[in-house]
């Protein structure tokens, strides 16, 4: 199976600041990458597919880029209601994982 | 608009069953194939398997065989997860999504049901 694993796990960020968030696969599976932005008691909320198509109704602050095994999700300027937890999933395979996850908080 | 109501929450002892439905509305649920998603608490989510809301045939993946049924009902737009012979590690939120968007014939979840939170406790 495909693992992803997500860099940084915490992210300590101040509004407009920009983030960066890694997203790495055991192997290549361009383009079946989606992020997913989570609240606490939510659920998750789709940002990016195909690794760099901005859901519709997402702001245009976030953005997905990368390819083979490595992909970035940013945010340009952090908003409020942007302190959420980040997930990653792919699309590629019989088992279709979500990263671990980057909590970004308030600085 | 798209929506997807999900069932209450439930409170079950170990080695009981459970259902959780997932009603759409706003379109077609043929149009689409149904995700199930559970996740646990602090646990990022995990990908269950998909039910093809045309033809009803399920997929399970690896974890999710034998215990877990998905199921549908057209007429009622509904979808459902049966869960037998419960255990601790089950309790969890389980969410369904709708396979909206397509990455070269893979579904993506663009929609999700608000999550049912399923309690195992003796």
């Known amino acids: 199976d495909i693992q992803l694993t997500q860099s940084p796990s915490f992210l300590s960020a101040s509004v407009g600041d920009r983030v960066n968030i890694t997203c790495r696969a055991s192997q290549g599976i361009s383009p079946y990458l989606a992020w997913y932005q989570q609240k606490p008691g939510k659920a998750p909320d789709l940002l990016i597919y195909?690794?760099?198509i901005l859901q519709s109704g997402v702001p245009s602050r976030f953005s997905g880029s990368g390819s083979g095994a490595e992909f970035t999700l940013t945010i340009s300027s952090l908003e409020p209601e942007d302190f959420a937890t980040y997930y990653c999933?792919?699309?590629?395979?019989?088992?279709?994982?979500f990263g671990p996850g980057t909590k970004v908080d308030i600085k | 608009q798209v929506q997807l109501m999900q069932s209450g929450s439930e409170s079950k002892k170990p080695g009981a069953s459970v259902m959780v439905s997932c009603r759409a509305s706003?379109?077609?649920?043929?149009?689409?194939?149904i995700i199930w998603v559970r996740q646990a608490p602090g646990q990022r989510p995990e990908w269950m398997g998909w039910?093809?809301?045309?033809?009803?045939?399920?997929t399970y993946a690896q974890g999710f065989t034998g215990r877990f049924v998905f199921s549908l009902d057209t007429s009622v737009r509904t979808a459902y997860l049966h869960i037998s012979n419960l255990k601790a590690d089950d309790t969890a939120v389980y969410y369904c999504?709708?396979?909206?968007?397509?990455?070269?014939?893979?579904?993506?979840?663009?929609?999700w049901g608000q999550g049912t939170l399923v309690t195992v406790s003796a």
């Open positions: 999504a709708r396979a909206g968007i397509a990455v070269l014939g893979k579904g993506v979840s663009d929609y």
């Open positions: 706003g379109y077609s649920i043929t149009s689409h194939a």
């Open positions: 195909a690794a760099s």
């Open positions: 999933q792919h699309l590629n395979g019989y088992v279709r994982a």
């Open positions: 039910i093809n809301t045309n033809s009803g045939s399920p």
